[in-house]
């Protein structure tokens, strides 16, 4: 099989694109003939040696990718056999091999993929779909709410603009460029801004009528997040899920409060990380919160993948796909 394989700390240029043995699944696990797998920006970071309480050091060699969705073609001891041939998405956890042509994974941690929704649907359901869940539980959106939504035409940015919408809340999508700008007014911002230009702060506050907003999903910080900060109203919220940048926010005003939205407390829902995952194919499967899937990279090109992320050029979901498959 084709897998990407990471032998050292650094840029794009160390995943490399190789021909590696077929997978064995041991017990309780079953393979899965890969159609597609999830990037994240998270991904980058890790590649050149990021390293937090949760995440710790690469073992190297590896194989990156956390999130896979494909046909079990296999199965190991212990597996029931009605999985064999079914269509599966799985979330590795904090383990690797998602860049792959073929991936293992725990009996456990299996979804079947809901009929008619494609494989790159379901990984982005199971990864930022569960984040979004996740996100929503801490911090529900109401009607009366205005809501502002950084990177908004993003895979996160995304899902939380169609549950803002969807509980009736007023939504300010913030973006970078006019084609992502145009991205954040289809999925149903009342208000796209392009947060790149002078003044982008003002001309929201020209169509609100002042510092009228009471919540801020955020997942850039620095100075954007800080401008956003800046248009809540008194006892408005910013929830951070993310960044994209070491730039400074000052967040000097106690009557508006920041939360971190990530870490252990995404687990506070009775089921875990599995009822997430599970709200959002669900959500995926019915229609009321879709991911978009529209930056897709052959297998081949993870390294490629990797540099439009790194560089802000893509919108909704970044997913990879078997070379063979496209």
């Known amino acids: 099989m084709q897998a990407i394989r990471q032998y050292e700390l650094g840029g794009p240029e160390v995943l490399l694109y190789e021909d590696v043995p077929d997978l ?5 696990q079953v393979r899965i003939a890969v159609s597609a797998s999830g990037v994240h920006y998270l991904d980058t970071s890790l590649r050149t040696g990021f390293t ?14 956390r999130e896979v969705a494909g046909r079990i073609d296999a199965i ?17 956890g904090l383990a690797s091999g998602g860049y792959a042509e073929q991936a293992l994974a725990a009996v456990a941690s299996l979804h079947e993929v809901p009929e008619g929704m494609p494989c790159a649907v379901a990984v982005a359901a199971i990864g930022t779909g569960r984040t979004a869940v996740g996100i ?30 969807a509980a009736g809340a007023t939504v300010i999508g913030l973006a970078g460029g006019d084609e992502k700008v145009a991205i954040a007014k289809a999925q149903g911002a009342d208000l796209a801004v392009d947060y790149r230009i002078d003044g982008w702060d003002d001309v929201v506050r020209r169509e609100l009528g002042g510092d009228v907003a009471t919540l801020v999903f955020d997942g850039v910080g620095g100075k954007t997040a800080d401008s956003a900060f800046h248009l809540l109203a008194a006892g408005g919220r910013l929830m951070q899920h993310g960044w994209f940048t070491d730039e400074p926010a000052t967040y000097d005003d106690p009557a508006r409060t920041v939360t971190m939205l990530l870490g252990p407390q995404m687990l506070a ?8 995952e599970a709200e959002a194919l669900a959500r995926a499967a019915d229609g009321s919160r879709v991911p978009l899937v529209d930056a897709v990279f052959a297998l081949s090109d993870a390294a490629g993948a990797h540099r439009a992320l790194e560089a802000r050029q893509t919108y909704g979901k970044v997913v990879l796909m078997p070379d063979s498959l496209l």
């Open 24 to 28: 064995e699944p041991g017990e309780d």
């Open 136 to 165: 929503l539980d801490q911090a529900p959106v109401a009607a009366d709410d205005v809501v502002i939504v950084t990177s908004a035409a993003g895979g996160l940015g995304v899902l939380l603009t169609q549950a803002a919408k």
């Open 52 to 65: 937090s309480a949760v995440h710790q050091p690469l073992q190297l060699p590896m194989t990156p990718g």
């Open 76 to 92: 190991g001891a212990g597996v029931d056999p009605s999985w064999l041939t079914k269509r599966a998405v799985a979330h590795l």
């Open 269 to 276: 829902r009775p089921g875990g990380l599995r009822s997430l």
